[in-house]
């Protein structure tokens, strides 16, 4: 925090005392400066004021848009060309166009007996997936 003479109108109090307010934020290197009052106590207060909104409003957009690109990572695209499982009923075909397994025993996995082959899949392809971004980082 640094304090100095205010420019401008102001007369003989204005030159001779250091009512000008100056806060800088080290980590994040943000500066405010205030010479609006005529006191030093209510320019700090006003800068620190100022300086208290700017950090939140950053706060704020940082969590922002890592809330929104969670949510874009949960949510995929919503194409309709991002197809989880296709029951194709003529031929008796259950096909998990995430994992690449298809299966022709339709009956058994409407009925829930035969997802294992799926569950197993997918738990194999997000541990792959935990390694290669813990990996990556």
Same mark, same amino acid.
């Given at each position: 925090m640094d304090t100095y003479r205010s420019g401008g109108s102001g007369g003989q109090h204005a030159?001779?005392?250091n009512s000008a307010v100056r806060i800088t934020h080290?980590?994040?290197g943000i500066t405010v400066s205030i010479q609006d009052q005529r006191s030093q106590h209510m320019n700090k207060a006003k800068a620190l004021k100022?300086?208290?909104?700017k950090l939140y409003e950053i706060e704020r957009l940082s969590s922002q848009s890592s809330r929104s690109k969670l949510r874009l990572e949960?949510? =995929?695209? =919503?194409d309709r060309s991002e197809r989880i499982r296709t029951y194709n009923f003529p031929q008796g075909r259950v096909t998990d166009h995430r994992v690449g397994i298809t299966?022709?025993?339709i009956d058994d996995v409407l009925? =829930?007996?035969?997802?294992d082959a799926f569950i197993d899949a997918l738990l194999l392809r997000?541990?792959?997936d935990a390694i290669a971004s813990f990996s990556s980082t």
């Open positions: 030159n001779t005392t080290v980590p994040s100022i300086l208290c909104a949960q949510i =995929g695209s =919503g299966t022709h025993s009925q =829930g007996e035969d997802l997000q541990e792959m």
